[in-house]
């Protein structure tokens, strides 16, 4: 069995429904789709972001919709927490100076700590991860 964690990108794709997605999971079997504590941070400063810049009483309302219609899909996955494992190998990818961001850093890391496979259509970025597996859903099979 395989334990999959979708990283920011991909939840949000699967939030909106994305069709390559959603096939892709329906064929998973036994395995496990999962999110880190990083996603659900990311996801849910997005929308904190979006309701500070909320310029009226229309878009604070849509703004709070769409985040309490986030926070649901969010828990339908699994929780990858943040591991004293997993800040190691965070550091330990940080001192490899691979020039990616911190958020995509941490997300390998949780990754590789739990022996996972992140699924990603950021190629560019996690391709420098040495030893992180990754998949892009959204390509036909």
């Given at each position: 069995m395989t334990?999959?964690?979708?990283?920011?990108?991909?939840?949000?794709?699967?939030?909106?429904?994305?069709?390559?997605?959603?096939?892709?999971?329906k064929v998973l079997g036994g395995d496990t789709v999962c999110v880190s504590v990083f996603t659900v941070e990311e996801a849910?400063?997005?929308?904190?972001?979006?309701?500070?810049?909320?310029?009226?009483?229309?878009?604070?309302?849509?703004v709070y919709r769409r985040l309490e219609e986030t926070i649901p899909v969010l828990a339908r996955f699994p929780l990858l927490t943040l591991s004293a494992s997993a800040?190691?190998?965070?550091?330990?990818?940080?001192?490899?100076?691979?020039?990616?961001g911190p958020m995509d850093l941490r997300i390998a890391g949780i990754v590789l700590a739990n022996d996972a496979t992140l699924v990603t259509r950021n190629r560019r970025d996690f391709s420098r991860v040495p030893g992180l597996q990754f998949e892009d859903w959204t390509e036909i099979v």
């Open positions: 334990t999959f964690v979708f990283d920011t990108d991909t939840f949000s794709l699967y939030r909106r429904g994305n069709p390559d997605l959603l096939r892709r999971l849910l400063s997005g929308w904190y972001g979006l309701l500070r810049r909320a310029k009226n009483d229309t878009e604070l309302l849509t800040l190691d190998e965070y550091n330990r990818l940080r001192a490899l100076k691979l020039n990616i």
